[in-house]
């Protein structure tokens, strides 16, 4: 049973917190231990926070996952923060990408276009989860953490509104900068990476699929990185607008 959560969900989104195992807590929190105060915090409903919960019909009180986004101060209108966790002994059955299907819905209908996510390049589960959902790197892994975002309309996402910079896609690569992406970075470059097609993932490429792309048509310059992504590269050259 999924339903949005309200502030008296608080209480019942911190007792499944305190549930979770070492590893868990890990991969919730990026790598950092969190604090008592912290996972309390983290657990609050309301005030730039929506939940979605998720319940067994046999106790509807307990709450054994939950996918939230949070609207910082600082975030435009159109974007905020993804988290997604599920109990220990209920994970790998399906129920992530439920919650996660839930609040992408949920947060397309707030008019938020674009949720960002920190998240442990160890973490296969949740990069695999969000590939499908138009997934761009926007920073580089550093210190085992990668910053991605996803898109609430099915598309690949393209730069927001507001970007410094010339736009540079890097179709392909790794997590972690190399030297040739670190130069790019230093350029003062807006840099998204897109990991390209990964039909083990249930990730495909727009371009092939559609014959378009969002980040391909906003990209001002085109790095191809991909090591088995020819028949990608081509389209690319094929289906880019010229530029002025
Ligand atoms: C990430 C997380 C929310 C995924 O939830 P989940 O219910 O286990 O995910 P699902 O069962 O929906 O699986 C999603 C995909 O990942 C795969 N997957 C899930 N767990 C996996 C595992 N341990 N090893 C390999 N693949 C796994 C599944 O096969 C599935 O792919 P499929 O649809 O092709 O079968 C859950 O693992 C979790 O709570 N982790 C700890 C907290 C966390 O990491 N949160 C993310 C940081 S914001």
Avoid at 86 to 111: F, P
Wanted: charge should be negative; aromatic fraction near 2%; glycine fraction near 10%.
């Amino acid at each position: 049973m999924l339903r949005e959560a309200g502030s008296a969900d608080a209480r019942a989104i911190h007792e499944l917190l305190l549930t979770l195992s070492a590893g868990s807590l890990r991969r919730r929190f990026t790598g950092a231990t969190p604090t008592a105060d912290r996972i309390l915090q983290l657990s609050r409903v309301g005030a730039g926070v929506v939940s979605v919960i998720a319940s067994a019909d046999s106790a509807p009180g307990e709450v054994v996952g939950e996918a939230r986004f949070v609207r910082g101060d600082d975030d435009p209108d159109d974007a905020a923060e993804l988290a997604v966790v599920v109990r220990d002994d209920l994970q790998h059955r399906g129920l992530g990408a439920a919650l996660l299907d839930r609040i992408v819905q949920v947060a397309a209908a707030c008019g938020v276009r674009r949720l960002r996510a920190d998240v442990m390049v160890e973490n296969f589960p949740m990069l695999k989860l969000l590939s499908r959902y138009g997934m761009v790197v926007t920073t580089p892994a550093e210190d085992g953490v990668v910053g991605v975002e996803i898109s609430t309309d099915g598309e690949v996402l393209g730069w927001p509104e507001h970007t410094c910079g010339p736009k540079v896609l890097v179709e392909g690569g790794s997590w972690v900068a190399g030297p040739e992406m670190q130069r790019l970075l230093a350029t003062g470059a807006d840099v998204r990476q897109c990991i390209g097609p990964k039909p083990a993932w249930g990730r495909s490429c727009p371009l092939l699929t559609h014959g378009r792309c969002r980040a391909v048509e906003d990209a001002d310059e085109i790095v191809v990185r991909l090591q088995q992504g020819e028949s990608v590269a081509e389209e690319i050259a094929l289906r880019r607008p010229p530029r002025p």
